[in-house]
Structures are given as structure tokens and as C-alpha cells.
């Protein structure tokens, strides 16, 4: 039984770079082990020791579920942005897109500051709260239950 070459390290970071392309589009890790398999003839194992190993880019960071979810979301931008072709680029539209894209960007990153609302208070001096966003409204109606019971607040 004769062995297959093992690939170099330099065939390998290309070949993790497209998995992490997918990961970023979402695709399903069977789906990306199936493609791995048909592209580069490797067993379904190795597919997803592949698949893994690019996922580690993201599990390595702290907080696993949000920071995870933000690098995601930001390369997927950036992807987005690689992905326009010369001509959409050059185009107005194209441009209102990248800008688009790079404000969200930016908004992720949090180079905006926070946003204050005044809620009540004296208007001398008033109470200032930084504004905090949920996730989903969801989330927004767990808290105000949460409060609600943790305080006996009546409604």
C-alpha cells in the first residue's frame, strides 16, 4: 500500500485558508469535509481534522461565544468586500456599499462611542445611563422579568 506525499506547510495554510472561507459563508462542517474529500482526494477523517484545525482561529479567543461570533461576523464582512468584483468597486454603488460595510465594521470593533440617554433626574443633574443593546428583544424581556422579580417591582 503505497502513501500519498504528505502536502507542504505552505499547501497546507492554503488549503486551511479556504476552509476558514467557508466556515466564514457558514457552510456546514459534513459539507465541508465532503468538498475537502472531492478536492484534494484526502479521507473524510482527515477532512475534518482540516476542519478543526481552522476552526481553532476562532476557539482560541476568551470569550468563546461572542468573540467567536464577532471575528466570524467581521471577516465575513471583510469577505464581503474582497468578494465585489473591480467594476463594482469603482461603481457609486459600490462604494456606498464598501462604506457601508466599513462602518459596520467599525461599529463591531467599537470605535463608536456609547451613546447616553437621560432617563430622569433634576435637570441640573440629570441621571445618565450608557444605553446597552440586547441581543434580541427576547433577551430584553428575560432581563426586565428578571429585575422585576429580583426587586418586587409591581407592573
Known amino acids: 500500500m503505497s502513501r500519498t506525499p504528505r502536502t507542504t506547510a505552505v499547501e497546507k495554510q492554503k488549503r486551511l485558508a479556504e476552509i476558514k472561507k467557508w466556515l466564514i459563508d457558514e457552510v456546514p462542517s ?16 482527515q477532512g475534518d481534522r482540516y476542519v478543526a484545525e481552522a476552526s481553532k482561529y476562532w476557539l482560541n479567543q476568551v470569550d468563546e461565544d461572542f468573540t ?35 462602518k459596520e465594521i467599525s461599529r463591531l470593533e467599537g470605535l463608536y462611542p456609547v451613546k447616553k440617554v437621560q432617563h430622569s433626574g ?34
Do not use: H, M
Open 30 to 45: 459534513s459539507t465541508i469535509s465532503e468538498r475537502i474529500e472531492k478536492k484534494y482526494g484526502l479521507s473524510k477523517r
Open 68 to 102: 467567536v461570533k464577532l471575528n466570524k461576523r467581521i471577516d465575513s464582512l471583510k469577505n464581503d468586500i474582497q468578494n465585489l468584483s473591480a467594476k463594482e468597486k469603482k461603481s457609486a454603488k459600490g462604494i456606498r456599499t464598501i462604506l457601508a460595510i466599513k
Open 122 to 155: 433634576d435637570k441640573d443633574n440629570p441621571v445618565v445611563v450608557n444605553s446597552t443593546s440586547f441581543k434580541s428583544e427576547q433577551d430584553e424581556e428575560d432581563f426586565k422579568e428578571f429585575v422585576t422579580k429580583k426587586y418586587n417591582f409591581k407592573t
